[in-house]
């Protein structure tokens, strides 16, 4: 059953997400299985993990912290109390019990002393806001990507992280996948000679909003809580085809839009990759420009990133390609890894096609306990997002840009300045 809503404003809440929790008196005998014996992981050595916005990917994503020994997962919550409903099953029949608590109101789970970090799966209209949220009530965070909607929000991201010290590991997987990062190896140490071309697929190369779509009557809020899906995103009137993911399909991605959308969508995979290859995790391209049915992009070390829908070699989805003065290198989801020179697949590693998350948790998970970087942290993640939302910003105007990547800005630009950021609804407004 789910707790009573409590309402709290965003200083209640910070003040009462920052007070210690109650002393607990030991028990007089102790069970194995609080030791870690039988193979079991001590109370001492568990991560307590709370969820919010698990659907179909979150859903996923938690399959994949479930599985391992050392997560404890207690509360979930989500605007849909179907969801709410199925995570709880999901999680009493992992533990055997009716623990795990509901929430309608993420600031009510934040707010808990006894989670040490959460999942982060809603929509992309409210992954930045909750993530800030989160580390500022002293939780890590594991996101779905995309994890922010502008550049301001990607510059904020990364700036909490590094202040609150927080954990942060963008949900980018495939910075944790053998082929992909063989194939980013051979770029970054010279095996394909001087980089000079990278290559990503973006799955889309349009941006528009999600719109206005015709009012219907409003869900009772216990079935579905439109003003907080809406969130921090402009008001507009309940339509389930929002609700349900119509901006997805129509590949929106700007100012005013819930979802990525543009270059954003697969390009926080892709382009993250790029970034990871030209060791660029810490800037950004200085230039984007449409050409035809592809966003050609420039670093300011001369290497270039073209963002393409097609001419792909057949290996799977988000494909990745990068290009030396003496080789290339193209790997995707399928796991193969096809190269100009076969000796330069000689090292390669286990072939494991399929984007599995495990391997990318496992690694959230050890950086929790060691307090260390993780693979797609804030500040990886925040310049990654800034080159995908650049590019949406050239294609929104349909023009080529210019990004100081120092300076945050576009220079002498003021209409793409503009675009940099987007007003958001109290009292989500950070």
Not at 82 to 108: S, W
Not at 252 to 267: D, I, N, P, S, Y
Request: aromatic letters at 8%.
């Amino acid at each position: 059953m789910s707790k009573p809503q409590i309402h709290l404003n965003r200083r209640r809440f910070l003040k009462a997400a920052a007070q210690a929790g109650a002393v607990l008196a030991l028990p007089q005998v102790i069970p194995g299985t609080a030791l870690g014996k039988s193979g079991s992981v001590a109370p001492s050595e568990r991560i307590v993990l709370g969820g919010i916005g698990i659907g179909s990917r979150g859903g996923y994503d938690l399959g994949c912290f479930l599985h391992e020994p050392d997560v404890q997962f207690v509360a979930v919550c989500d605007v849909k109390a179907n969801r709410r409903k199925a995570v709880k099953e999901m999680a009493d029949t992992k533990y055997g019990n009716q623990d795990c608590a509901t929430y309608l109101d993420m600031r009510e789970l934040l707010a808990r002393s006894d989670i040490d970090a959460v999942l982060i799966a809603t929509g992309p209209n409210w992954h930045a806001t909750a993530s800030i949220l989160a580390a500022k009530a002293g939780k890590d965070v594991y996101c779905e990507k995309p994890c922010t909607k502008n550049i301001a929000q990607s510059l904020l991201l990364a700036e909490t992280f590094r202040r609150t010290g927080r954990v942060f590991q963008a949900g980018t997987q495939r910075r944790s996948l053998p082929n992909f990062a063989y194939a980013i190896e051979l770029a970054r140490t010279g095996k394909l000679g001087k980089l000079h071309t990278l290559y990503a697929h973006p799955m889309g190369l349009k941006t528009i909003s999600s719109g206005w779509l015709p009012p219907e009557p409003e869900p009772p809020k216990e079935e579905v809580d439109w003003d907080m899906y809406l969130g921090p995103a402009a008001w507009r009137p309940f339509n389930r085809r929002l609700l349900d993911g119509f901006n997805f399909e129509k590949g929106g991605g700007m100012v005013g839009a819930f979802g990525g959308g543009g270059c954003l969508e697969w390009g926080s995979h892709c382009v993250d990759l790029c970034q990871w290859a030209n060791n660029a995790d810490d800037t950004a391209p200085v230039e984007y420009e449409p050409t035809g049915n592809q966003l050609h992009a420039r670093y300011a070390n001369g290497v270039k990133l073209i963002l393409r829908n097609d001419g792909w070699l057949p290996l799977g989805s988000c494909p990745v390609r990068f290009e030396g003065e003496t080789g290339w290198v193209e790997t995707g989801d399928d796991a193969e890894i096809v190269a100009s020179s076969p000796a330069l697949l000689a090292r390669r590693g286990a072939k494991i096609p399929g984007y599995p998350a495990d391997f990318h948790i496992r690694n959230f998970l050890d950086c929790v306990k060691t307090r260390a970087q993780t693979r797609a942290n804030a500040d990886v993640a925040c310049h990654a997002h800034i080159a995908c939302h650049a590019a949406n910003i050239s294609l929104f105007l349909g023009r080529k840009v210019n990004y100081d990547p120092k300076k945050n800005e576009f220079p002498g630009d003021e209409e793409a300045n503009r675009l940099r950021s987007e007003a958001l609804r109290e009292p989500w407004r950070l």
